[in-house]
T-cell receptor, first 109, second 113 residues
Framework: GQNIDQPTEMTATEGAIVQINCTYQ??????LFWYQQHAGEAPTFLSY????GLEEKGRFSSFLSRSKGYSYLLLKELQMKDSASYLC??????????FGSGTRLQVQP | DAGITQSPRYKITETGRQVTLMCHQT?????MFWYRQDLGHGLRLIYY???????DKGEVPDGYVVSRSKTENFPLTLESATRSQTSVYFC????????????FGDGTRLSIL
C-alpha cells in the first residue's frame, strides 16, 4: 500500500521560516513533488526531488532523503500570501501521483 | 490561451442521474488524469490516460467512466451519481517525462443531492 504523512495544520509568523515535513512509505518511488493550493483553487507545482539533497528555488527549498522516506519543504521570509495548503506527492508508478492529505499553513502578521 | 480548462465549474445534480465533467488541454500533453479531493483524503486518482484510446484505473475508479478519443479531451462520466461522489474534481495533464509536473485545471465542485 501507499502511505504519505504530513501534519494537518501549521501556523507561522510573517517573515519567519517554516518547515513542512512529509514521510512516505510507497511500493515504488520515481520522484517527489510539492504543490501549493490556495483555498478554492487548483494545486500549482512548487518543486521536484528525485535524488537525495536540497533543491532551492527562491524562497522555497525542498529536501529529500530516499533512505529515510522523508522530505521537507522549507519556506523562508514568509508572506501572508503563503497561507495555503501544501501537498506532498510521490510518483509511485508509471506516471500517476499519490498525494498526502496536505498541510494547511496559516501565516499570521 | 494555452492551458487546461474544466467545465462546468459548479454542478448540482440528483442521485441516479448521469453527469459528465469535461476537461480540455491545449498543451498536447500525452497524459491526462482525473482526481477527486475530499476533506481528510487529499487528492485521489480516479482514472488516467497515457494517450488517445488508452486509459487505466486509479485508486478510486468505481462508479466512473472515462474516454479519450482525442488527445486534448478527457471527459469523466458518473453513470448513476451517488451522494458519496459529492466532491471537488480536478483534471490534470502532463508530458510524462520523469521530472515534469502535472498541471491542474481549476476544478469542478460537484454536489449530489
Amino acid at each position: 500500500g501507499q502511505n504519505i504523512d504530513q501534519p494537518t495544520e501549521m501556523t507561522a509568523t510573517e517573515g519567519a521560516i517554516v518547515q513542512i515535513n512529509c514521510t512516505y512509505q510507497t511500493s515504488g518511488f520515481n520522484g517527489l513533488f510539492w504543490y501549493q493550493q490556495h483555498a478554492g483553487e487548483a494545486p500549482t507545482f512548487l518543486s521536484y526531488n528525485v535524488l537525495d539533497g536540497l533543491e532551492e528555488k527562491g524562497r522555497f527549498s525542498s529536501f529529500l532523503s530516499r533512505s529515510k522516506g522523508y522530505s521537507y519543504l522549507l519556506l523562508k521570509e514568509l508572506q501572508m500570501k503563503d497561507s495555503a495548503s501544501y501537498l506532498c506527492a510521490v510518483k509511485t508508478g508509471r506516471r500517476a501521483l499519490t498525494f498526502g492529505s496536505g498541510t494547511r499553513l496559516q501565516v499570521q502578521p | 490561451d494555452a492551458g487546461i480548462t474544466q467545465s462546468p465549474r459548479y454542478k448540482i445534480t440528483e442521485t441516479g442521474r448521469q453527469v459528465t465533467l469535461m476537461c480540455h488541454q491545449t498543451w498536447s500533453h500525452s497524459y491526462m488524469f482525473w482526481y477527486r479531493q475530499d476533506l481528510g483524503h487529499g487528492l485521489r486518482l480516479i482514472y488516467y490516460s497515457a494517450a488517445a484510446d488508452i486509459t487505466d484505473k486509479g485508486e478510486v475508479p468505481d462508479g466512473y467512466v472515462v474516454s479519450r478519443s482525442k488527445t486534448e479531451n478527457f471527459p469523466l462520466t458518473l453513470e448513476s451519481a451517488t451522494r458519496s461522489q459529492t466532491s471537488v474534481y480536478f483534471c490534470a495533464s502532463g508530458a510524462g517525462r520523469e521530472n515534469q509536473p502535472q498541471h491542474f485545471g481549476d476544478g469542478t465542485r460537484l454536489s449530489i443531492l
